[in-house]
T-cell receptor
Framework: DAGVIQSPRHEVTEMGQEVTLRCKPI?????LFWYRQTMMRGLELLIY????????DSGMPEDRFSAKMPNASFSTLKIQPSEPRDSAVYFC???????????FGQGTRLTVV | GENVGLHLPTLSVQEGDNSIINCAYS??????FIWYKQESGKGPQFIID?????DKRQGQRVTVLLNKTVKHLSLQIAATQPGDSAVYFC????????????FGKGTHLIIQP
């Protein structure tokens, strides 16, 4: 298996633009997580899905952030409109289920100018 | 405004020596713990895990110790190698594993040649 695949690896966008980050979890994994990593706050859980259903989005910073998982093999994290403070590395991770090891993608480095 | 970065604790050891990285976790209800390694520009990578019904678990060159009384986790790396240089994170998962992993702030391990 290729592991968790994220795209793009790098994204530079202007303030106010919409940004969509993509994730393909490991086949057969039932849970998917979106994390954000910054120097200020470290790794923060934004939202997670079990069997494509959003379970907890309390970590999503604002209404500008939204995430979807239309099927078991694809998820998106959208920021609209983007702001400079959204600049961070966004990671997607997947697991077989609760209480199991999370496998991380390589991340998307987002820069909002 | 002020922009203060996260100052990660740094541990510097000589190549070949053993290293111990410590972590204090926050939730006494957590029952699953993982150590991750993150190299520059990459996503966190699983090293070893331990469940709360154990106090020690060994892998290849790594040992994790869990002290539930004081909510403390440690990672021991034996005979360190240059490739061990990275940031190491401990992560905890609440009982039942319904929530995503909560990560500590990380420790930067530097292996001196």
């Amino acid at each position: 298996d290729a592991g968790v695949i994220q795209s793009p690896r790098h994204e530079v966008t202007e303030m106010g633009q919409e940004v969509t980050l993509r994730c393909k979890p490991i086949s057969g994994h039932n849970s998917l997580f979106w994390y954000r990593q910054t120097m200020m706050r470290g790794l923060e859980l934004l939202i997670y899905f079990n069997n494509n259903v959003p379970i907890d989005d309390s970590g999503m910073p604002e209404d500008r952030f939204s995430a979807k998982m239309p099927n078991a093999s694809f998820s998106t994290l959208k920021i609209q409109p983007s702001e400079p403070r959204d600049s961070a590395v966004y990671f997607c991770a997947s697991t077989l289920g609760p209480g199991t090891e999370a496998f991380f993608g390589q991340g998307t480095r987002l820069t909002v100018v | 405004g002020e922009n203060v970065g996260l100052h990660l604790p740094t541990l510097s050891v000589q190549e070949g020596d053993n290293s111990i990285i410590n972590c204090a976790y926050s939730n006494s209800a957590s029952d699953y713990f993982i150590w991750y390694k993150q190299e520059s520009g990459k996503g966190p990578q699983f090293i070893i895990d331990i469940r709360s019904n154990m106090d020690k678990r060994q892998g290849q060159r790594v040992t994790v110790l869990l002290n539930k009384t004081v909510k403390h986790l440690s990672l021991q790396i034996a005979a360190t190698q240059p490739g061990d240089s990275a940031v190491y994170f401990c992560a905890e998962n609440l009982a039942g594993g319904a929530d995503g992993l909560t990560f500590g702030k990380g420790t930067h391990l530097i292996i001196q040649p």
